[in-house]
């Protein structure tokens, strides 16, 4: 069971910090990562975070986003920088066992546990 919050209404520009906690156990072996998407569009993976602590980055979002995880509090951030109109969407955290090798935002993977989400809407 995951629970995203954090979500909200920023300006052009601000930033947002993610979290989503978990009371499942095993969390420190998932592969955990976050996506979002908007309505009538696909699902967008934008960075994940594997059980040794590596991280990928869609394009979209590497240099602005940090992913990061606190297995000791069963929870998982995303920091967004520099947000642009365009990164208004519902975001999710979502998680599954996949080895650190194969925890990445591309290729893409199919992730088992999903979020409820939490929306982001960024006005200009």
């Known amino acids: 069971h995951l629970v995203a919050t954090g979500g909200g209404t920023v300006q052009d520009g601000g930033s947002l910090r993610l979290s989503c906690r978990t009371s499942g156990s095993s969390f420190g072996a998932h592969c955990l990562a976050w996506f979002r998407q908007v309505p009538g569009g696909e699902k967008e993976g934008l960075a994940t975070?594997?059980?040794?602590?590596?991280?990928t980055y869609a394009d979209s979002v590497k240099g602005r986003a940090t992913i990061s995880r606190n297995n000791e509090l069963n929870t998982l951030y995303l920091q967004i920088d520099s947000l642009k109109p365009d990164d208004s969407a519902m975001y999710y955290c979502?998680?599954?066992?996949?080895?650190?090798?194969?925890?990445?935002?591309?290729?893409?993977?199919?992730?088992?546990?999903w979020g409820q989400g939490t929306r982001v809407t960024v006005s200009s």
């Open positions: 975070i594997a059980s040794d602590s590596t991280t």
């Open positions: 979502v998680a599954d066992r996949f080895p650190a090798g194969q925890c990445t935002v591309f290729p893409s993977r199919t992730f088992t546990y």
